[in-house]
């Protein structure tokens, strides 16, 4: 499956960004996919993500309460709500996906998922 992130830009602390992650090439409702953000000079980073059919959403701490996950299955997107934004929140998003864990069901590890996006980025200016 090929992913295409879009939705980044510049915005002032406090202010919101809605991301895109379009799926092409296989159907989308067989996999489980995830939003991962990496700050310069840091590790890339789990920030939420949702279940194949959408039933399941999971967040890093730091985001909840601001960001929201979510998927139409008819459209092959998933979206990444960001309201709250602070300049920590800066980073390259990145959506990934995976058809199956094998059992560990680890969606917080990057290496769990096998298909990425090129990212796109979020500047948050205080």
């Known amino acids: 499956v090929q992913l295409q992130a879009s939705g980044g830009g510049l915005v002032q602390a406090g202010g919101s960004l809605r991301l895109s992650c379009a799926a092409s090439?296989?159907?989308?409702?067989?996999?489980?996919m995830g939003w991962f953000r990496q700050a310069p000079g840091k590790e890339r980073e789990f920030v939420a993500a949702?279940?194949?059919?959408?039933?399941?959403?999971y967040y890093t701490d730091s985001v909840k309460g601001r960001f929201t996950i979510s998927r139409d299955n008819a459209k092959n997107t998933v979206y990444l709500e960001m309201n709250s934004l602070k300049p920590e929140d800066t980073a390259a998003y990145y959506c990934?996906?995976?058809?199956?864990?094998?059992?560990?069901?680890?969606?917080?590890?990057?290496?769990?998922?096998?298909?990425w996006g090129q990212g796109t980025l979020v500047t948050v200016s205080s």
């Open positions: 949702i279940s194949w059919s959408g039933d399941r959403l």
């Open positions: 990934a996906a995976v058809r199956s864990f094998g059992g560990s069901y680890d969606y917080k590890n990057s290496r769990s998922y096998d298909y």
């Open positions: 090439g296989r159907t989308f409702s067989n996999y489980f």
